[in-house]
């Protein structure tokens, strides 16, 4: 070698394997549509970034009004073959969004078991809004971490033969409740709501049915924020109490507000809050 002379070597810079996974997540969760392409550029990257795919899920017969970042539309036949092809633990990790929206053949054979077969596979979901409602849920939500729930009252509770139980275990970390519809239940039954252990936010959407449900959120303590959810153009607060946790609005589009708040935290609950803090302030 002369002297003088450098010796130059090229070294691809390599990223540790934790900051490329990161990397890849990050990207995959802001920008869903692109995770069948990350999923081909090495195995790794597949196994981090192919749960993510699953990770929001919307089940409706038509593609949701707010999609954020092009986010995939599944419809029942979709994910019950995708169910088909891998285990369940990969599910149970993989999922934590699921909304259920009305679907036009609910009347078939195949609705039911298919709703039943969803929510006993996706045993790890913290957020379900569920509008069927044609069978009874708790059986197969007993064992799962809900913390978001909006459901129908009456199917999960058999239907008015078995009384609202807010103790059960279905409800135990549920800190948003949103009641679809099945709130023609005895006042007794709801005084109980108060024994809900990490309820902050309810909401319901049927005004002539406040005389049941206020009285025993008045009386519950922990309670933030509780939202009567109208049709466009009624004034709700003409139902509400004087307190500044009781709030009126129009009731938004269900799948679309829900996905707002799952992938930018911007749904009615955040704009509720938003009310409630200024009527806070108003008051110091």
Not at 79 to 95: G, M
Not at 242 to 264: E, H, K, N, Q, Y
Request: a negative charge.
């Amino acid at each position: 070698m002369e002297i003088g002379s450098a010796v130059h070597s090229h070294v691809d810079p390599v990223l540790p394997p934790e900051l490329e996974r990161l990397i890849f997540e990050d990207c995959a969760l802001s920008h869903p549509i692109s995770i069948p392409t990350f999923m081909l550029v090495a195995r790794r990257v597949k196994t981090w970034t192919e749960p993510l795919l699953f990770r929001t899920i919307c089940v409706t017969d038509t593609p949701p009004s707010y999609t954020p970042n092009n986010f995939h539309h599944f419809t029942m036949d979709i994910l019950l073959r995708e169910i088909q092809k891998r285990p369940a633990s990969f599910f149970e990790s993989a999922v934590k969004h699921l909304f259920i929206g009305e679907i036009a053949d609910f009347h078939s054979s195949q609705y039911i078991p298919g709703v039943q077969t969803l929510l006993a596979t996706f045993r790890g979901i913290t957020a379900l809004f569920a509008s069927c409602h044609h069978f009874q849920y708790l059986p197969v939500l007993e064992a799962v971490p809900l913390q978001t729930l909006a459901i129908d009252l009456n199917s999960l509770f058999a239907f008015g033969k078995t009384p609202l139980d807010f103790l059960h275990p279905v409800f135990r970390n549920v800190t948003h409740l949103q009641v679809l519809s099945g709130l023609s239940r005895p006042t007794k039954e709801w005084a109980g709501i108060k024994n809900m252990p990490q309820l902050t936010h309810f909401a319901f959407t049927n005004p002539n049915e406040r005389q049941m449900v206020i009285p025993a959120l008045l009386g519950c303590s922990q309670l933030e924020c509780c939202v009567l959810l109208c049709p466009l153009g009624v004034n709700g607060a003409f139902w509400l109490p004087d307190d500044v946790r009781f709030v009126a609005m129009s009731r938004p589009d269900d799948c679309g507000d829900w996905l707002r708040g799952i992938t930018t935290e911007d749904d009615y609950w955040k704009r509720a809050e938003a009310v409630i803090a200024a009527r806070r302030a108003e008051l110091r």
